[in-house]
Protein backbone atom coordinates (compact mmCIF):
# COMPACT_ATOMS: atom_id res chain seq x y z
CA UNK A 1 0.00 0.00 0.00
CA UNK A 2 0.82 3.53 -0.47
CA UNK A 3 0.46 6.71 1.75
CA UNK A 4 -1.57 9.95 0.63
CA UNK A 5 -3.07 12.48 2.14
CA UNK A 6 -6.61 12.90 0.49
CA UNK A 7 -6.52 16.05 -1.24
CA UNK A 8 -9.97 16.95 -2.78
CA UNK A 9 -12.75 14.50 -4.97
CA UNK A 10 -13.71 13.30 -8.28
CA UNK A 11 -17.63 13.91 -8.90
CA UNK A 12 -18.44 11.70 -11.72
CA UNK A 13 -22.32 10.20 -12.73
CA UNK A 14 -21.25 8.07 -15.96
CA UNK A 15 -19.12 5.29 -14.33
CA UNK A 16 -18.73 1.69 -15.15
CA UNK A 17 -21.62 0.14 -13.51
CA UNK A 18 -19.39 -2.13 -10.77
CA UNK A 19 -18.54 1.34 -9.44
CA UNK A 20 -22.03 2.93 -9.35
CA UNK A 21 -22.16 4.56 -6.22
CA UNK A 22 -18.35 4.54 -5.37
CA UNK A 23 -16.71 7.51 -3.92
CA UNK A 24 -13.42 8.59 -5.74
CA UNK A 25 -11.25 10.80 -4.06
CA UNK A 26 -7.75 11.67 -5.35
CA UNK A 27 -4.65 10.98 -2.32
CA UNK A 28 -1.28 12.72 -3.36
CA UNK A 29 2.14 11.94 -1.56
CA UNK A 30 3.46 13.84 1.45
CA UNK A 31 6.77 14.80 -0.01
CA UNK A 32 5.96 14.34 -4.11
CA UNK A 33 3.63 15.59 -6.26
CA UNK A 34 2.42 12.51 -7.38
CA UNK A 35 -1.58 12.12 -6.94
CA UNK A 36 -3.78 9.08 -7.01
CA UNK A 37 -7.11 8.81 -7.31
CA UNK A 38 -8.59 6.42 -5.43
CA UNK A 39 -12.15 4.75 -4.67
CA UNK A 40 -12.67 4.91 -1.08
CA UNK A 41 -15.67 3.08 1.22
CA UNK A 42 -14.08 5.08 4.48
CA UNK A 43 -15.98 8.18 4.38
CA UNK A 44 -12.60 9.74 4.33
CA UNK A 45 -12.41 14.02 3.85
CA UNK A 46 -10.01 16.24 2.05
CA UNK A 47 -7.04 16.38 4.27
CA UNK A 48 -7.25 12.69 5.85
CA UNK A 49 -4.12 10.66 6.16
CA UNK A 50 -4.88 7.37 4.06
CA UNK A 51 -2.89 4.42 2.94
CA UNK A 52 -4.06 3.20 -0.25
CA UNK A 53 -3.70 -0.28 -1.91
CA UNK A 54 -2.96 -0.29 -5.68
CA UNK A 55 -3.05 -3.23 -7.93
CA UNK A 56 -5.21 -6.27 -7.92
CA UNK A 57 -5.46 -6.35 -4.38
CA UNK A 58 -7.47 -2.86 -4.51
CA UNK A 59 -10.45 -4.56 -5.33
CA UNK A 60 -10.97 -6.48 -2.22
CA UNK A 61 -11.12 -3.27 -0.42
CA UNK A 62 -14.50 -1.88 -2.09
CA UNK A 63 -15.73 -5.95 -2.64
CA UNK A 64 -14.12 -8.67 -0.49
CA UNK A 65 -14.24 -11.73 -1.58
CA UNK A 66 -13.76 -14.09 -4.80
CA UNK A 67 -16.60 -12.70 -6.73
CA UNK A 68 -15.15 -9.29 -7.76
CA UNK A 69 -13.00 -9.59 -10.93
CA UNK A 70 -15.52 -7.90 -12.61
CA UNK A 71 -14.61 -4.28 -10.74
CA UNK A 72 -12.99 -1.47 -12.36
CA UNK A 73 -10.51 -0.25 -9.97
CA UNK A 74 -6.93 -0.51 -9.02
CA UNK A 75 -6.61 2.29 -6.03
CA UNK A 76 -8.74 2.26 -2.83
CA UNK A 77 -8.50 3.37 0.75
CA UNK A 78 -7.95 0.98 2.67
CA UNK A 79 -7.75 2.44 6.41
CA UNK A 80 -7.11 5.93 7.71
CA UNK A 81 -4.58 6.71 9.76
CA UNK A 82 -5.00 7.70 13.34
CA UNK A 83 -1.29 8.09 14.04
CA UNK A 84 2.35 6.29 13.48
CA UNK A 85 5.87 6.19 15.15
CA UNK A 86 8.74 6.06 13.92
CA UNK B 1 -6.41 4.92 -11.37
CA UNK B 2 -5.35 8.51 -13.19
CA UNK B 3 -6.77 10.84 -14.35
CA UNK B 4 -6.34 12.18 -18.04
CA UNK B 5 -8.82 14.40 -20.99
CA UNK B 6 -9.96 12.63 -24.08
CA UNK B 7 -8.04 13.54 -26.96
CA UNK B 8 -8.91 11.47 -29.59
CA UNK B 9 -10.76 8.26 -31.00
CA UNK B 10 -8.53 4.87 -32.67
CA UNK B 11 -9.92 3.17 -35.01
CA UNK B 12 -8.34 0.04 -36.87
CA UNK B 13 -9.09 -3.06 -38.77
CA UNK B 14 -6.24 -5.07 -38.70
CA UNK B 15 -5.94 -5.78 -34.31
CA UNK B 16 -6.04 -8.66 -32.21
CA UNK B 17 -9.12 -10.90 -32.16
CA UNK B 18 -10.04 -9.59 -28.18
CA UNK B 19 -10.07 -6.59 -29.13
CA UNK B 20 -12.92 -6.40 -31.75
CA UNK B 21 -15.69 -4.53 -30.84
CA UNK B 22 -13.84 -2.76 -28.08
CA UNK B 23 -13.78 1.65 -28.23
CA UNK B 24 -10.18 2.74 -28.36
CA UNK B 25 -9.50 6.47 -26.95
CA UNK B 26 -6.32 8.53 -26.99
CA UNK B 27 -6.09 10.04 -23.69
CA UNK B 28 -3.37 12.63 -22.31
CA UNK B 29 -2.91 12.00 -18.76
CA UNK B 30 -2.51 15.12 -16.48
CA UNK B 31 -2.68 13.14 -13.17
CA UNK B 32 -0.42 10.21 -12.74
CA UNK B 33 1.57 8.78 -9.99
CA UNK B 34 3.89 6.27 -11.13
CA UNK B 35 3.87 6.86 -14.79
CA UNK B 36 6.21 3.67 -16.61
CA UNK B 37 8.17 6.59 -18.47
CA UNK B 38 7.67 9.41 -20.17
CA UNK B 39 4.28 9.00 -21.75
CA UNK B 40 2.30 11.52 -24.06
CA UNK B 41 -0.84 9.92 -24.65
CA UNK B 42 -2.50 6.52 -23.05
CA UNK B 43 -4.70 4.50 -25.31
CA UNK B 44 -7.37 2.79 -23.11
CA UNK B 45 -10.30 0.88 -24.00
CA UNK B 46 -13.36 2.35 -23.13
CA UNK B 47 -17.02 0.43 -21.66
CA UNK B 48 -18.11 3.76 -20.42
CA UNK B 49 -18.91 5.94 -23.46
CA UNK B 50 -16.57 9.22 -23.22
CA UNK B 51 -16.46 11.57 -25.89
CA UNK B 52 -13.35 13.56 -26.94
CA UNK B 53 -12.73 16.28 -24.46
CA UNK B 54 -14.38 14.98 -21.73
CA UNK B 55 -12.19 14.08 -18.52
CA UNK B 56 -11.99 10.54 -17.44
CA UNK B 57 -10.96 8.32 -14.85
CA UNK B 58 -8.21 5.50 -15.89
CA UNK B 59 -8.48 1.88 -14.35
CA UNK B 60 -4.55 0.56 -15.12
CA UNK B 61 -3.41 -2.61 -14.49
CA UNK B 62 -4.71 -6.49 -14.43
CA UNK B 63 -8.27 -5.38 -12.92
CA UNK B 64 -8.42 -3.56 -15.84
CA UNK B 65 -7.82 -6.52 -17.82
CA UNK B 66 -9.83 -8.56 -15.92
CA UNK B 67 -12.98 -6.56 -15.67
CA UNK B 68 -13.14 -6.00 -19.72
CA UNK B 69 -14.16 -10.07 -19.49
CA UNK B 70 -13.15 -13.95 -19.23
CA UNK B 71 -11.38 -14.08 -22.57
CA UNK B 72 -7.48 -12.74 -22.05
CA UNK B 73 -7.31 -9.38 -23.82
CA UNK B 74 -4.01 -7.45 -24.47
CA UNK B 75 -5.01 -4.64 -22.56
CA UNK B 76 -4.01 -2.92 -19.06
CA UNK B 77 -5.98 0.11 -19.32
CA UNK B 78 -9.58 0.76 -19.21
CA UNK B 79 -12.25 4.19 -18.57
CA UNK B 80 -13.98 3.74 -15.53
CA UNK B 81 -15.52 6.76 -14.58
CA UNK B 82 -16.36 10.14 -16.66
CA UNK B 83 -15.61 13.50 -14.63
CA UNK B 84 -18.32 15.80 -14.01
CA UNK B 85 -16.57 17.81 -11.44
CA UNK B 86 -12.66 17.95 -10.01
CA UNK B 87 -11.52 19.71 -6.58
CA UNK B 88 -8.02 19.33 -5.91
CA UNK B 89 -6.56 21.48 -3.19
CA UNK B 90 -2.97 23.00 -5.22
CA UNK B 91 0.37 21.81 -4.11
CA UNK B 92 0.49 24.34 -1.24
CA UNK B 93 -2.34 23.78 0.49
CA UNK B 94 -2.37 19.98 0.84
CA UNK B 95 -2.71 20.24 4.87
CA UNK B 96 -4.24 18.07 7.78
CA UNK B 97 -7.57 18.22 8.87
CA UNK B 98 -7.83 20.51 11.69
CA UNK B 99 -9.39 18.55 14.72
CA UNK B 100 -12.49 20.57 15.78
CA UNK B 101 -14.76 19.60 18.72
CA UNK B 102 -18.54 19.98 18.79
CA UNK B 103 -18.95 21.78 22.16
CA UNK B 104 -21.65 19.85 22.82
CA UNK B 105 -19.91 16.78 22.82
CA UNK B 106 -16.48 17.85 24.99
CA UNK B 107 -16.43 16.52 28.36
CA UNK B 108 -17.50 19.35 30.09
CA UNK B 109 -17.05 19.43 34.21
CA UNK B 110 -20.35 19.74 35.86
CA UNK B 111 -20.87 21.30 39.17
CA UNK B 112 -23.67 20.49 41.60
CA UNK B 113 -25.29 23.00 42.94
Given at each position: MIRGRVVGEVWATRKAPSLAGRRLLPAADAGEDRVVVAGDTHDACEGDDATVAVGSGARNVLVPGPDNRALLCDAAISLLVDGESR | MILGRVVGELWATRKHAALEGRKLLIIAPYLWYAPAHEIGHLVPVDPVGAGVGEDVVVCLGDPARRALGSTPVPVEAAVCAIVDRLELAPPGERGA??????TGSA???EETS
Open positions: - | RPLTFDPAH
